[in-house]
């Protein structure tokens, strides 16, 4: 297991440790555990081919194809950009980064897909063996990393609430005696 999954699912690593996580470095551990997934099941179902049991081989080989297919896809697309947002926003300088509001929901609407393609994916696999336990650790992080890039883009969000709503100045109380 990567040292991104570890940091992740290790409850011996305190939380918090690491306030600036590389998320490059977390995606690269997140394809390369997708990648070793898929040549466990390659080599499953040539297991199960040579004993005999060509059924069991064939959902092997489904589940390889398609699903670790499309997880490796996630992985290489989500982590390049949310790669690309953090380049953006560092280069903007710190306390600097702020996000129109249409863009942020672009984003926020892109990080909706992704966490709905990864619970999909992540129902697909059965849970309950080691390689399937492990494959929900890799759903897990990236639903954690999802997760933590929709809370960053929101807290860097231009408010564009320009009612005074939530300003009590901006309240004008009639006088009920008036």
């Given amino acids: 297991m990567s040292e991104a999954i570890q940091k992740v699912t290790d409850p011996e690593v305190p939380e918090g ?7 490059d470095a977390e995606y690269r551990a997140l ?7 898929t040549e466990r099941l390659a080599m499953l179902a040539k297991s199960a081919k040579d004993s005999g049991h060509p059924e069991i081989a064939k959902i ?22 949310l790669t690309n947002i953090e380049d953006q926003v560092a280069a903007q300088g710190e306390g600097e980064s702020q996000l129109l509001p249409d863009d ?14 990864i ?3 992540r129902k697909l696999v059965p849970s309950g063996s080691s390689d399937g336990d ?6 897990d992080t990236l ?6 890039m929709e809370e960053f883009t929101k807290s860097i969000t231009l408010d564009d609430d320009d009612d005074d709503d939530d300003d009590p100045s901006a309240t004008v109380e009639e006088d009920p005696e008036e």
Avoid: C
């Fill in 60 to 81: 092997y080989d489904e589940v390889r194809g398609t699903v670790m297919s499309i997880l490796s896809d996630v992985i290489t697309a989500t982590g390049g950009a």
């Fill in 134 to 139: 492990k494959q929900h650790a890799v759903f």
């Fill in 17 to 23: 440790d690491d306030p600036d996580p590389d998320t």
């Fill in 31 to 37: 394809y390369a555990d997708a990648q070793e997934g």
């Fill in 104 to 117: 942020a929901e672009k984003y926020l609407q892109l990080f909706g897909q992704y966490r709905e393609l």
């Fill in 119 to 121: 619970d999909g994916l």
């Fill in 143 to 148: 639903i954690r990393m999802t997760d933590g």
